[in-house]
């Protein structure tokens, strides 16, 4: 079974703090991605990567950033965390996710910015 | 404007009932459909891909109508376990994932 492992699932940071959300995926899947979850909002792409040290923004990368340094970890990091990226955060990892594919998510980090 | 539209219920069931519902999505050159499931504080799941000419998985039927550009989600003799959050997911990019656009997803729930 492929296995996306999100290292903390409950995180209290305080407004200002440096957050680092870790994932990491054990299928050797070349595309990995972030997301962040809100009640009435869905699901919004953050950042993704199709391969090691290689990032593209997605919906809404702003202050936010990520690091891909080897094909299983993909990080997302809040430089300065505010109250409003509050929320739960997902990664996910693909094979390929366009015709046929299939997304693989962690069971998120419920981050909470005071 | 890319979107995609669900009715967030929620969907009251008595068990053993059918339920449907649909999904719109603006996009008509979108390519690729699907219904992810996601229950209560958990991770969102694959359920099924819907393809052009429908598909179904044991009592599940999703359907595809491109002219009206809606997918539809059907699920018979309803169980306990199939409550939970449905979300519709359309591949309205190049065809790469960054190109999925998840709804909002539609609660429902299974009365015993």
């Known amino acids: 079974d492929v296995k996306v492992t999100q290292s903390s699932r409950y995180l209290v940071k305080r407004t200002g703090e440096k957050v680092f959300l870790e994932c990491v995926q054990d299928?050797?899947?070349?595309?990995m991605f972030w997301y962040r979850q809100d009640p009435g909002l869905g699901l919004r792409l953050i950042y993704f990567s199709y391969d090691v040290k290689m990032k593209e923004k997605g919906d809404i990368p702003e202050g936010y950033s990520v690091s891909r340094e080897k094909k299983e970890r993909f990080s997302l990091i809040l430089e300065s965390a505010s109250t409003n990226q509050t929320s739960m955060y997902l990664c996910?990892?693909?094979?390929?996710?366009?015709?046929?594919?299939?997304?693989?998510f962690g069971e998120g980090s419920r981050l909470t910015v005071l | 404007r890319k979107e995609v539209e669900q009715d967030p219920g929620p969907f009251n069931v008595p068990e053993g009932a059918t339920v449907a519902f649909n999904c719109t999505y603006s996009?008509?050159?979108?390519?690729?459909f699907f219904w992810y499931r996601q229950d209560c504080r958990k991770e969102p799941k694959l359920l099924m891909s819907?393809?052009?000419s429908g598909n179904e998985d044991g009592r599940f039927t999703a359907q595809l109508n491109r002219a009206s550009q809606y997918i539809s989600l059907l699920i018979r003799d309803s169980k306990l376990s199939d409550s939970a959050t449905y979300l519709c997911v359309v591949n309205m990019g190049g065809g790469g994932a960054d190109g999925l656009t998840f709804g909002k997803g539609t609660h429902l729930i299974i009365q015993p």
């Open positions: 299928m050797d899947h070349e595309n």
């Open positions: 996009n008509s050159a979108s390519q690729s």
């Open positions: 819907v393809y052009s």
């Open positions: 996910a990892s693909s094979l390929w996710a366009g015709a046929t594919g299939e997304l693989f």
